[in-house]
């Protein structure tokens, strides 16, 4: 197996006629943890949503160029968009949680619509994904509760949790921290440092030092263009860029 | 912060009318439920809700037959036009881009601006005249296109509530899009999707210009579809303006089962949803 799990050659998407992403072309690799920082409104969650073929979803999205799941196309005429996500899971940038359905339902949805029936293991794999999730304590007593009733910052380790239901061998998270509490966020985390065993993670965020401890690498975005990527080591502490520079040292963005 | 006694002048005066709007709307319900009651009370009886009518001239009998009736043919109806309707609706929230879900809105919105008239003129042409015959089955088709269009803007209006991202988490988890809609839209909507179609529901049994020719309406109880059927608001509409002192006193108890029938309808419908969830399908609505 190659070393590159995932490869974006020249992925450019666009609202209608806004050009939200403008050509980027990246690599991922295996068990790395890869931050995307750039100013509001740059095309992160964009360009992360056309990771997955979840940008397609928005009435008038267009895109174009290739991204590369272990060297397959997942914008190929014959790729089917299902698959992909099966591979590709992504925790959004708001909470989401199925409205009217329990906490339990909410985080084993996936592979029990994927045809996994018993309920056994149904329970093992919720248990396992709310401990990962650092959820379990605090919900273990009221499973059969709505997912709705917890708080914002709960919702978003739910939706944590369900995604690593499916257990997807690339996670994209879209600033799956900026609703929780210092402690919280500090477990998500130790929790991607955790899953980088398992899984190749790419999450965006506004979170400098979190960038700088947890990722690997690091790619800074402005405009929809990437300005930098690198090493988290080199962008934190050597940008080649005067943007980076600037925007991590925060005079700029 | 004090209020200026002007702005809080303006906030009761506000408050008086929003008040006044109010009143006025419940008023009317309580001089109807009271006159139904004070007209009606003394025709109800066991005999009134167990038995067809006698022979004119005879005291007694009831609308025992009509009450069946109705419910025979809005019970038809339903099962015809709340899983198209359903159905439609969902074509509509979610596959709102197409040419087709363009085309059935605007049939719907039409549908919807139908008289009711117009539409039992539609379906005696339909049934009664290609079959020769009164029938129940002319009597819920035209109840059916009454419901329809109901429970279709329904359906697409309470799916509309379920956010867009909620459907982007469905599908992000490599689900079809169909178990989308199905296990996560459709289930999250449950509730209100149950309380809409019963609302539509009670709407139709109501009705009375489409049963006139097309179930026309008969003095007995009746199991064949293919026969005229009797209907509370056609009994109604034929003993209120009939000589006979006893078939008046009758309409107007008929009159007050059938507003039992939409308020019970309209209660059932209401406690589908729990008290939290009432708070909340209004909060989101909003
Ligand atoms: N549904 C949409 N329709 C039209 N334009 C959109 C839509 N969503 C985003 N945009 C535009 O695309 C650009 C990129 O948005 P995007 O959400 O990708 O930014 P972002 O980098 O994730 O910002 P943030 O850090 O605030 O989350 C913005 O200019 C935004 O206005
Ligand atoms: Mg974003």
Redesign the interface.
């Known amino acids: 197996m190659s070393d590159v799990v995932l490869k974006v050659n020249d992925l450019k998407a666009w609202f209608d006629d806004f050009n939200a992403v403008k050509g980027i072309d990246l690599e991922y690799k295996r068990n790395t943890i890869n931050a995307i920082i750039g100013p509001s409104g740059c095309g992160k969650s964009t360009y992360i949503r056309c990771l997955?073929r979840?940008h397609e979803?928005v009435?008038g999205a267009k895109i174009s160029g290739e991204v590369l799941l272990e060297g397959k196309n997942i914008y190929a005429p014959d790729a089917d968009?299902?698959?992909?996500?099966?591979?590709i899971?992504?925790v959004?940038q708001?909470p989401?949680p199925?409205?009217?359905?329990s906490i339990f339902d909410n985080v084993v949805?996936?592979p029990r619509?994927?045809g996994e029936r018993n309920k056994k293991n149904l329970e093992e794999i919720a248990y396992k994904s709310l401990q990962k999730a650092a959820l379990w304590d605090e919900v273990k007593d009221k499973l059969h509760q709505e997912g709705t009733s917890l708080s914002g910052g709960q919702q978003q380790r739910l939706?944590l949790a369900?995604?690593l239901a499916?257990n997807?061998p690339i996670i994209l998270m879209d600033e799956p921290t900026s609703a929780l509490d210092p402690i919280a966020a500090a477990k998500v985390e130790d929790l991607m440092m955790e899953l980088k065993d398992e899984y190749t993670v790419i999450v965006v965020t506004h979170n400098m030092q979190q960038a700088a401890r947890v990722a690997d690498y690091t790619s800074f975005f402005v405009l929809g263009e990437l300005i930098e990527h690198g090493l988290s080591s080199d962008i934190f502490t050597n940008p080649k860029n005067q943007k980076t520079e600037d925007y991590i040292t925060g005079r700029f963005g | 912060m004090k209020l200026s006694p002007q702005r809080k002048f303006k906030n009761l005066l506000f408050k008086f009318l929003l008040t006044l709007a109010s009143v006025s709307v419940l008023i009317p319900l309580i001089l109807i439920f009271n006159f139904l009651l004070q007209k009606g009370s003394m025709a109800l009886s066991l005999d009134f809700f167990l038995n067809e009518p006698k022979p004119v001239g005879e005291l007694g009998g009831g609308m025992a037959h009509a009450i069946v009736g109705s419910l025979t043919m809005v019970g038809l109806s339903a099962l015809i036009s709340v899983p198209i309707g359903i159905l439609c609706g969902v074509f509509l929230s979610e596959y709102r881009q197409g040419k087709i879900a363009a085309i059935l809105k605007f049939t719907i919105d039409i549908l919807t601006g139908i008289p009711s008239i117009v539409i039992g003129i539609f379906s005696y042409l339909i049934f009664v005249v290609t079959m020769k015959s009164f029938s129940a089955w002319a009597g819920a088709f035209a109840l059916s296109i009454i419901i329809l269009p109901i429970v279709t803007r329904t359906t697409e209006e309470i799916l509309k509530l379920i956010p867009k991202h909620v459907r982007e988490a469905g599908l992000a988890l490599g689900l079809p899009k169909w178990k989308v809609i199905l296990h996560i839209v459709l289930k999250g909507s449950k509730n209100s999707l149950i309380t809409g179609v019963i609302l539509a529901i009670s709407r139709a049994s109501g009705e009375t210009a489409p049963l006139l020719f097309t179930a026309f309406g008969s003095m007995y109880f009746s199991d064949k579809l293919t026969e005229p059927m009797a209907s509370l608001p056609v009994q109604i509409y034929n003993y209120a303006i009939s000589p006979y002192d006893d078939w008046q006193r009758q309409a107007w108890a008929g009159a007050f089962t059938l507003i039992l029938i939409c308020l019970g309808l309209n209660i059932s419908a209401r406690l589908f949803f729990k008290r939290k969830e009432l708070k909340k399908f209004f909060v989101r609505k909003s």
Do not use: D, Q, S
């Open positions: 997955n979840i979803e009435a968009p299902v698959e992909v996500r099966k591979h899971g992504m959004f708001k989401n199925f409205p009217a359905m949805i996936g619509l994927w939706c369900r995604t499916t997807p």
